[in-house]
T-cell receptor, first 114, second 115 residues
Framework: AQSVTQPDIHITVSEGASLELRCNYSYGATPYLFWYVQSPGQGLQLLLKYFSGDTLVQGIKGFEAEFKRSQSSFNLRKPSVHWSDAAEYFCAVCGRNQGGKLIFGQGTELSVKP | EPEVTQTPSHQVTQMGQEVILRCVPISNHLYFYWYRQILGQKVEFLVSFYNNEISEKSEIFDDQFSVERPDGSNFTLKIRSTKLEDSAMYFC?????????????FGQGTRLTVV
């Protein structure tokens, strides 16, 4: 079955520290991969996406993610976290030529300590 | 910057009542979606819509749900007879070209509370 796993429900990091949010997927073939962020009371904003090519993708707000086919992973990273990064982060996948339907992970809530 | 707009932001309704959630997708987008997020759970796909018809729906999207694009700009989700378990945040999304470049833009969501 197609699924996305975000093993960390809640992560707390100090401001200025580095961040890595984990995402693993189970899919028949390599899907399209996405990270979305949801701030309190807000909708889902696309941070970055992987379709093909370079496995390290850059996104907005200083985020990057690395696709590792052998591990079926697409982990999100940021070298230095800012207090405004506190939010919920969702990893999602979409099958190629599948009409755009997204399958989401459970989400990881990020808290940032001053 | 173009955006997806949803109204209302919050709706409270009594069990058994009909509700219509409204969305205005990005104007040149062709594929439209509804997702929902029950409190504390993951975002779940409900339905996709293209060329004035449903292209895919989940098992959640039963006969109580329907979608419509009544004019060139609005995209609506109707729940005919709401149940307590329909309480959730409902997100509308749109993409320009789904199979090739499925980059979905989401609205702010409508929080539906069924009492």
């Amino acid at each position: 079955a197609q699924s996305v796993t975000q093993p960390d429900i809640h992560i707390t990091v100090s401001e200025g520290a580095s961040l890595e949010l984990r995402c693993n997927y189970s899919y028949g073939a390599t899907p399209y991969l996405f990270w979305y962020v949801q701030s309190p009371g807000q909708g889902l904003q696309l941070l970055l996406k992987y379709f093909s090519g370079d496995t390290l993708v850059q996104g907005i707000k200083g985020f990057e993610a690395e696709f590792k086919r052998s591990q079926s992973s697409f982990n999100l990273r940021k070298p230095s976290v800012h207090w405004s990064d506190a939010a919920e982060y969702f990893c999602a996948v979409c099958g190629r030529n599948q009409g755009g339907k997204l399958i989401f992970g459970q989400g990881t809530e990020l808290s940032v300590k001053p | 910057e173009p955006e997806v707009t949803q109204t209302p932001s919050h709706q409270v309704t009594q069990m058994g009542q009909e509700v219509i959630l409204r969305c205005v997708p990005i104007s040149n987008h062709l594929y439209f979606y509804w997702y929902r997020q029950i409190l504390g759970q993951k975002v779940e796909f409900l339905v996709s819509f293209y060329n004035n018809e449903i292209s895919e729906k989940s098992e959640i999207f039963d006969d109580q749900f329907s979608v419509e694009r009544p004019d060139g700009s609005n995209f609506t989700l109707k729940i005919r007879s709401t149940k307590l378990e329909d309480s959730a945040m409902y997100f509308c999304a749109s993409t320009l070209t789904a199979p090739q470049v499925p980059e979905a833009f989401f609205g702010q969501g409508t929080r539906l509370t069924v009492v």
